[in-house]
């Protein structure tokens, strides 16, 4: 089955740098790949996606790059803010006939200081 | 507001005491699934829904029971908690089980195990 590993699992940058958190993913099949915030005591909230067909996204402060040829996906948050602190989930999504399912990766805690 | 809501938010029990923490959205989706949250682990799917009616099994579902009797509603169900259950749980929906949709998550309900 499908497998996400995701790095760091902690990363701390300093308010206005920024900070990118990478992902890999096993199964070739997969074809959508969306990016959740956690913040304390709320469930995680989906902040950008993007789809098997296209190599980057872009929404603001935040892009995620995609090269299915290595089977790794990333997320970028630039000029971070302490706001941006939070658990950072990416997942992937796989679809069989039971549908399409979304396994995640173990998170990552980002602090930004300021 | 559109919406996925889970109660309790926190609930202590003891070993062996059957219990149910509630789901609910307001959303019309057809696709819902649990998930446990555990440090180091991300999110692990116990059991998901594609309809009314309509379960099945997912990564973890060992020690638990859900159901699906009306479109709105999906309960967990611990027959015989144990310690090892005691973690973070998550609710979620999304509009199809058949497309790659935003998965929308409930607040999240803290169950410890004693």
């Known amino acids: 089955g499908e497998n996400v590993e995701q790095h760091p699992s902690t990363l701390s940058v300093q308010e206005g740098d920024s900070a990118v958190i990478k992902c890999t993913y096993s199964d070739s099949a997969s074809n959508y790949f969306p990016w959740y915030k956690q913040e304390l005591g709320k469930g995680p909230q989906l902040i950008i996606d993007i789809r098997s067909n296209v190599g980057e996204k872009k929404d603001q402060r935040i892009a995620v790059t995609l090269n299915k040829t290595a089977k790794h996906f990333s997320l970028h948050i630039t000029e971070t803010q302490p706001e941006d602190s939070a658990v950072y989930f990416c997942a992937a999504s796989i679809y069989s006939e039971y549908g399409n399912k979304l396994v995640f990766g173990a998170g990552t805690i980002l602090r930004v200081k300021s | 507001e559109a919406q996925v809501t889970q109660n309790p938010r926190y609930l202590i029990t003891v070993t062996g005491k059957k219990l149910t923490v509630t789901c609910s959205q307001n959303m019309n989706h057809e696709y819902m699934s649990w998930y446990r949250q555990d440090p180091g682990l991300g999110l692990r799917q116990i059991y998901y829904?594609?309809?009314?009616?309509?379960?099945d099994k997912g990564d973890v579902p060992e020690g638990y029971k859900v159901s699906r009797k009306e479109k709105r509603n999906f309960p967990l169900i611990l027959e015989s908690p144990s310690p090892n259950q005691t973690s973070l749980y998550f609710c979620?929906?999304?509009?199809?089980?058949?497309?790659?949709?935003?998965?929308?998550f409930g607040q999240g309900t803290r169950l410890t195990v004693v």
């Open positions: 979620a929906s999304s509009l199809s089980y058949s497309m790659n949709t935003e998965a929308f």
């Open positions: 829904s594609m309809n009314v009616e309509v379960t």
